[in-house]
């Protein structure tokens, strides 16, 4: 089973708000949640691709509040979240998402 392979994984969300002059302030908030990242397989490559996602990994994350509001441009170790998360086997047991590796 998946879960058997999850570990502790930092989800960075930047958050925008203006402060009181009424500048825009970019603020990191850093949680964890459980979960893995693999290379992505060429034909996820290719799919992504064709939808015009430059993809270099994927996430498998377990279903959680959390991990249902991430967006893209949010980072997952370092890694930029490039793709909605889905629930791809519709179990609701754990979340793909795809990634893009921050150089």
Same mark, same amino acid.
């Given at each position: 089973? $998946? &879960?058997?392979?999850?570990?502790? $994984? #930092?989800? #960075?969300?930047?958050?925008? +708000? +203006?402060?009181?002059? *009424?500048? @825009?302030?970019?603020?990191? +908030?850093? !949680?964890?949640? &459980? *979960? $893995? ?6 034909? @996820? =490559? ?14 498998? %994350? @377990?279903? +959680? #509040? !959390?991990?249902?509001? =991430? !967006? &893209?441009?949010? $980072?997952?170790? *370092? ?8 629930? !791809?086997? *519709? ?8 990634? &893009? @590796? %921050?150089?």
């Amino acid at each position: 089973m $998946l &879960k058997d392979y999850y570990s502790d $994984l #930092t989800l #960075t969300k930047v958050i925008n +708000t +203006t402060n009181d002059y *009424g500048i @825009e302030v970019a603020a990191e +908030t850093n !949680t964890t949640i &459980k *979960g $893995l990242i693999n290379k992505a397989s060429s034909k @996820e =490559i290719e799919i992504a691709m064709a939808r015009n996602i430059d993809v270099d990994y994927k996430a498998y %994350v @377990e279903v +959680t #509040t !959390t991990t249902q509001s =991430i !967006t &893209k441009n949010d $980072l997952i170790n *370092g890694y930029r979240v490039v793709s909605d998360p889905k629930n !791809t086997i *519709g179990r609701n047991h754990h979340l793909k998402i795809l990634l &893009k @590796e %921050v150089i």
